[in-house]
């Protein structure tokens, strides 16, 4: 049977990095999906073919001495992919079986960008993936089998992505490094988030292990920048639950600066967020890991066309989506 699997991205409201380390964080889904087709095949080959991952082609500089230069972003389709072949390695484990699949990848939005397509993508291969051998696994063992794959591929992550990108909506997360829990926070979908995205260098992996090795260099400062943002979270949490504007805008701004601390801001990152900010956000930060990719306002909503034509001026692509998106959705196909 063929499956169509497919997951939300997601923005971090507050608390990415210091999740890592035990402190909560608050995320979204968004309205834009990574979906996963999965039809099992009788021997026990795997195809992958990942055509349509919305990123940029390539650029192609040639000198004067007729020397080509090529950049493409193709490393994040590879990033996505080894995400694919990881989380069927899991599950077969986790089935005990070794059915082959041709697997067909696709996304609403640009991959490795800082909007947790990563667990998107683990969490719709596993369903689809199991799903079509004719196993349901609860979404409980989904994200958990999810979490395991981030966690193989990007050496430490919390199990914040995969379990936004499994139940969707609106979450406050507590992972204290071993066991962690969740809580949907109500009625925030009318939150006025405008998202801006920059090219990112980085994986999130070479993020995680930036803060890292400053956390191990300056512990002491390390641990207090990591509680620091943890007590944001929940002031946040409060703010939300009110719809306090003033407040959320200003807990993001704190928020920022304390990632810019952690070294994971890049100049054009502030530049969005700083632009936001000039045109009256109530306040804006990066979110995700950082390095490049997404930053978020909270922008009051007769500013909105505003920020997002200032952000097409400074080569920042505003990601036009709502948040609070459902989580995994998986539709069978018979044939
Ligand atoms: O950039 P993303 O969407 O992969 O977010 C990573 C979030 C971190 O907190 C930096 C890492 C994690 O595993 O929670």
């Known amino acids: 049977m063929e499956i169509i699997a497919s997951a939300p991205g997601k923005v971090t409201l507050y608390g990415e990095h210091a999740v890592v ?3 909560p964080a608050i995320v979204s889904s968004i309205n834009k999906r990574i979906y996963v087709k999965c039809r099992p095949r009788r021997d026990n080959t795997i195809t992958i073919s990942a055509l349509n991952l919305s990123v940029p082609g ?3 500089t040639i000198d004067k001495d007729g020397e080509i230069k090529i950049e493409t972003d ?3 389709v590879l990033s996505a992919v080894s995400y694919i072949k990881e989380a069927i390695r899991l599950t077969q484990n986790y089935l005990d079986i070794k059915g082959g699949a041709d697997i067909t990848v696709s996304s609403e939005m640009p991959v490795g960008a800082g909007l947790g397509t990563s667990a998107a993508v ?5 369903a689809a993936y199991s799903y ?3 196993y349901r696994i609860p979404a409980k063992e989904i994200a958990r089998l999810s979490w395991e794959t981030e966690k193989t591929i990007q050496g430490l992550a919390s199990p914040m992505d995969s379990t936004i990108a499994t139940y969707g909506g609106f979450i406050y997360l507590k992972y204290d490094g071993k066991d962690f829990d969740f809580e949907p926070i109500e009625d925030v979908n009318e939150l006025p988030l405008v998202i801006g995205y920059t090219k990112r260098l980085y994986k999130t992996a070479d993020m995680v292990s930036k803060v890292k090795n400053l956390i191990d260099k300056y512990p002491l ?3 207090n920048v990591i509680n620091l943002i943890g007590k944001i979270v929940e002031m946040a949490r409060e703010a939300l639950k009110r719809n306090d504007l003033t407040m959320i805008g200003e807990l993001m701004n704190i928020n920022h600066g304390l990632l810019e601390t952690l070294g994971v801001s890049t100049k054009e990152l502030n530049h969005i967020v700083y632009i936001m900010r000039s045109l009256g956000a109530y306040g804006s930060k990066l979110s995700g890991a950082g390095g490049g990719g997404v930053a978020i306002g909270v922008v009051p909503r007769e500013r909105i066309n505003e920020v997002i034509t200032a952000l097409k001026l400074i080569d920042a692509t505003p990601i036009e989506t709502s948040i609070g998106g459902s989580g995994l959705i998986i539709e069978e196909r018979d044939g």
Not at 122 to 126: E, G, L, Q
């Open 122 to 126: 683990a969490v719709s291969t596993i």
């Open 58 to 60: 390539i650029i192609l």
């Open 221 to 223: 400062l390390g641990k």
């Open 74 to 76: 193709y490393g994040r």
């Open 132 to 134: 079509s051998h004719g």
């Open 21 to 23: 380390y035990g402190e």
